[in-house]
């Protein structure tokens, strides 16, 4: 059973910045593609961004793009968002998620079989 554990939410003004980690436990973290998600009060959860096996490919939903970075370093079993330019409609839970394959194309929830707590990101305007 792979445990995740999500840690750096808080609270930023608007154009501020966050880097969130996870941290798994387990053996098949490198081995797995690993995504981000989040869900806002009153709104359905939302995939944000994913990561395939070893770093090589990333993708992000649109109101993101160029202000989130996913990385993450499998020799520490963790999975980074950067979030920079925050506005208050990011704020939300965040959650880590890991992948049932090595990469995600379609961005689905249903592609993932592990998950985290969860942390609050709230931005302030």
């Known amino acids: 059973q792979v445990q995740l554990v999500e840690s750096g939410g808080g609270l930023v003004q608007a154009g501020g910045s966050l880097r969130l980690s996870c941290a798994a436990s387990?053996?098949?973290?490198?081995?797995?593609?690993m995504g981000w998600f989040r869900r806002a009060p009153g709104k359905e959860r939302e995939f944000v961004a994913t990561?395939?096996?070893?770093?090589?490919?990333?993708s992000y939903t649109d109101s993101v793009k160029g202000r989130f970075t996913i990385s993450r370093d499998n020799a520490k079993n963790t999975v980074y968002l950067q979030m920079n330019s925050l506005k208050p409609e990011d704020t939300a839970v965040y959650y880590c998620?890991?992948?049932?394959?090595?990469?995600?194309?379609?961005?689905?929830?249903?592609?993932?079989?592990?998950w985290g707590q969860g942390t609050q990101v709230t931005v302030s305007s």
């Open positions: 387990g053996r098949t973290f490198s081995t797995k593609a």
């Open positions: 998620a890991q992948g049932r394959g090595s990469v995600d194309y379609s961005a689905g929830g249903g592609n993932y079989d592990s």
């Open positions: 990561i395939n096996w070893n770093g090589s490919w990333a």
